[in-house]
């Protein structure tokens, strides 16, 4: 709980109005021991990703375009990404006026309502079956930045030690999850966007926004 709670109240980074959501996947045995699996068997869940299917958790969390983390959720592997209630969570704390930068897995006219309601904006890639629609230059130069919070993930689980399935029990696993986190709010070089050539992309965005 200790950890828990200095994540929330200590470590969360500053309200800067751009933010990249984006969850990923915690397998906590592999698929063929599924049903000899008992350490989180309460907890988990099949879910499936772009790389396939697996048995575990998931992890979300919300980042600010300087890396730092804005908000952060588990979940069983068979919650979507745009679950309302979930990233509700993740977002609570932010302030009105921001912008929510997502992949295609959070469209959802439900939750586009739900955050707009809280001031905040939901801008997502779009699948291919569905229109274009139409975005300002900004919008279009920050959605394209959302790599940040892929990399942020890949330097959790690769160089952290955010998960691995040698975990005895939930309390454990928890912890060693809880500790990573922790542990990536006193690093001093972060994942962030190159913040001069973004403030000159998006000046000039700014005079052309209907381009």
């Known amino acids: 709980m200790a950890l828990y709670f200095f994540i929330h109240y200590h470590g969360l980074g500053k309200q800067t109005g751009t933010y990249y959501v984006d969850s990923t996947k915690l397998e906590v045995c592999d698929n063929h021991r599924i049903h000899s699996h008992k350490v989180f068997k309460e907890i988990a869940?099949?879910?499936k990703t772009s790389t396939g299917w697996f048995y575990g958790l998931k992890l979300h969390l919300v980042i600010n375009e300087q890396g730092e983390l804005m908000g952060?959720?588990?979940s069983p592997g068979n919650v979507s990404d745009n679950n309302e209630s979930?990233?509700?969570q993740l977002c609570r704390n932010l302030e009105?006026?921001?912008k929510i930068f997502g992949d295609a897995g959070y469209v959802s006219q439900k939750l586009f309502e739900l955050l707009w309601?809280?001031?905040l904006q939901?801008?997502?890639k779009i699948r291919k079956n569905m229109k274009n629609?139409?975005?300002g230059m900004k919008e279009k130069l920050l959605?394209?930045?959302r790599f940040i919070v892929e990399t942020v993930i890949d330097l959790l689980k690769n160089h952290n030690d955010l998960w691995h399935t040698r975990h005895r029990s939930i309390d454990n696993g928890f912890n060693n999850m809880l500790a990573c986190l922790a542990a990536y709010n006193f690093r001093e070089l972060k994942p962030s966007i190159n913040t001069p050539k973004r403030d000159f992309y998006l000046a000039l965005a700014a005079q052309n926004p209907s381009n």
């Open 122 to 124: 939901l801008i997502t």
């Open 86 to 88: 979930i990233v509700g």
């Open 72 to 74: 952060i959720c588990f």
């Open 45 to 47: 869940a099949r879910g």
């Open 133 to 135: 629609k139409i975005l």
């Open 143 to 145: 959605l394209k930045k």
């Open 96 to 98: 009105e006026g921001g």
């Open 117 to 119: 309601e809280q001031g």
